[in-house]
């Protein structure tokens, strides 16, 4: 199978990346194919994902997912905690 037909997201890593985000519209990166993770490059396409996309009105402090998984995207949820061994960042 090709890399841009996914089934599945890329793991970037088994830990969010913690950043304080300014007022503005971000794209972050669903797939984990961005070389510019946490956001997205548009190296999704191809597949069937989307970027998600968030708006902050004042400068925030947020834990951006960075495995892919979280069900509250862009935030992390701390899914990354139940991927097994096997699923390799």
């Known amino acids: 199978m090709s890399e841009t037909n996914l089934p599945e997201p890329k793991i970037v ?8 985000l300014e007022a503005g519209k971000y794209f972050w990166c669903s797939c984990g194919l961005s070389v510019n993770q946490p956001f997205c490059n548009g190296a999704h396409k191809g597949t069937d994902f989307r970027p998600v996309v968030f708006e902050l009105s004042e400068p925030k402090k947020m834990a951006l997912c960075l495995c892919k998984y979280t069900a509250g995207a862009p935030s992390c949820d701390g899914s990354h905690l139940k991927l097994t061994d096997s699923v390799s960042a």
Do not use: E, F, L, S
Not at 13 to 20: A, E, S, W
């Open 13 to 20: 890593d088994k830990k969010p990346v913690v950043m304080t």
